[in-house]
């Protein structure tokens, strides 16, 4: 197995970039601050080795991933020793909505989608919907990737074409991995009755 499907086997899809906006700022190897738009500051202490407690969930470190929805949402990884959790930081509402991987938000920045392909068992495997309040993220759509823990399948490359129509890659684990059939293109369409899975044939 090459190192490209070994990667994809594990899912190693997040890759700490330098967040340059004024209101993020790291001090140290050890505190991160992020300013709210009332000008209050939070304080994101890491934990050393010898596990002293400090703020969120006893974590090694945080990382802010990406700002989003005009600077209003930053997303923050959580490092454990071999897992990684997400938080959604409302700057506006001081509100955290805690997820299950780094969300893609739709134009309108009105919703979210979190999608983690795992063959492996070592993540939990999902692709659902939200849509964004001010005090919480309400689920929209859930898709049936089979068992969580050992998926059948997952969703990939996925791009927003509005607030209501969603393109992705469905993988599989012959498709992406053992590499015996092409992976197919898929449809997220909300309608009257909610969200819809599609085959692609048009966007429209």
């Known amino acids: 197995m090459n190192v490209r499907k070994l990667k994809t086997l594990m899912n190693v899809h997040y890759r700490l970039r330098k967040i340059n906006v004024p209101f993020v700022r790291r001090f140290d190897q050890k505190k ?3 300013t709210l738009m009332n000008d209050d500051i939070h304080a ?3 934990v050393d080795d010898e596990g002293v407690t400090f703020q969120i969930n006893e974590s ?3 990382s802010v991933l990406e ?3 005009e600077s209003r949402y930053v997303v923050i990884s959580i490092q454990f020793v071999e897992v990684i959790d997400f938080l959604l930081l409302d ?3 001081y509100v955290y909505h805690k997820l299950k991987v780094c969300p893609v938000f739709s134009p309108d920045g ?3 989608l979190v999608a983690n392909t795992d063959f492996s068992g070592l993540s939990q495997a ?3 919907i939200y849509e964004v309040k001010d005090q919480t993220t309400q689920l929209e759509y859930a898709a049936n990737l089979g068992d969580e823990w050992s998926a059948d399948w997952g969703g990939e490359s996925i791009v927003w074409h509005s607030s209501s129509i969603i393109t992705f890659t469905m993988v599989t684990i012959n498709c992406s991995i053992y590499e ?3 992976c197919e293109k898929k449809l997220l369409k909300y309608g009257k009755s909610g969200w819809e899975l599609l085959d692609v044939v048009s966007i429209n």
Do not use: A, W
């Open 60 to 62: 090694l470190s945080y």
């Open 126 to 128: 999902v692709l659902e």
């Open 180 to 182: 015996t059939m092409p």
């Open 32 to 34: 991160l601050e992020i």
């Open 110 to 112: 009105r919703k979210l």
């Open 91 to 93: 700057r506006k509402t």
């Open 67 to 69: 700002v989003m929805g």
């Open 44 to 46: 994101f202490i890491d």
